[in-house]
T-cell receptor, first 114, second 114 residues
Framework: KNQVEQSPQSLIILEGKNCTLQ??????????LRWYKQDTGRGPVSLTI?????NTKSNGRYTATLDADTKQSSLHITASQLSDSASYIC?????????????FGTGTKLQVIP | KAGVTQTPRYLIKTRGQQVTLSCSPI?????VSWYQQTPGQGLQFLFE???????NKGNFPGRFSGRQFSNSRSEMNVSTLELGDSALYLC?????????????FGPGTRLTVL
């Protein structure tokens, strides 16, 4: 069964500090992995997208890594800001019958405090 | 380019009623996917429509149905509402071809069942 597990479930950090969120998956056959940021009450917004051959991708202060051998990904946030407070969702896609089938993690809720 | 729009944004219904939610994808996108998001379960895939045909389906009861029109707009219907159907319903659109396509999410419809 395809699964995506994220840790920690929630996290509180001080403004300006760095943090790393984890994502482990058992999705097969792997196609791509995405990290989304979801503000409360809004739809998710894509941060990074990585395919099998990519092991790191940056988007401003967000850097995602992918280890396809161990089936792990991380999202590192540098110099956190109050606006980083949100849920971060890891999404892994499998290619099945020529089409993409997505599995969502349950997310990590990040709170950045002054 | 306008983003994904969903109507209504908020909805309150009582048990046993039915509800129809609407999603207008980004212009040119032919795939629309629907998701249910609850605090305990995270994002759960409902179904995907591509060129007016249901292409993928999640593990939801038959009370949940959908359709897509020739202009790619999609509707989702839930009949005989239950308290557990209270959730944020998100739709996402993508180009929809066989290759990987990024999904863009709408703001969601918050459904409350009393």
């Amino acid at each position: 069964k395809n699964q995506v597990e994220q840790s920690p479930q929630s996290l509180i950090i001080l403004e300006g500090k760095n943090c790393t969120l984890q994502c482990n998956y058992t999705v097969s056959p792997f196609s791509n992995l995405r990290w989304y940021k979801q503000d409360t009450g809004r739809g998710p917004v894509s941060l990074t997208i990585m395919t099998f051959s990519e092991n790191t991708k940056s988007n401003g202060r967000y850097t995602a890594t992918l280890d396809a051998d161990t089936k792990q990904s991380s999202l590192h946030i540098t110099a956190s800001q109050l606006s980083d407070s949100a849920s971060y969702i890891c999404v892994v896609s499998a290619e099945t019958g020529g089409y993409q089938k997505v599995t969502f993690g349950t997310g990590t809720k990040l709170q950045v405090i002054p | 380019k306008a983003g994904v729009t969903q109507t209504p944004r908020y909805l309150i219904k009582t048990r046993g009623q039915q509800v129809t939610l609407s999603c207008s994808p980004i212009s040119g996108h032919r795939s629309v996917s629907w998701y249910q998001q609850t605090p305990g379960q995270g994002l759960q895939f409902l179904f995907e429509y591509f060129s007016e045909t249901q292409r993928n389906k999640g593990n939801f009861p038959g009370r949940f149905s959908g359709r897509q029109f020739s202009n790619s707009r999609s509707e989702m219907n839930v009949s005989t509402l239950e308290l557990g159907d209270s959730a944020l319903y998100l739709c996402a659109s993508s180009l929809g071809g066989r290759a990987y396509n990024e999904q863009f999410f709408g703001p969601g419809t918050r459904l409350t069942v009393l």
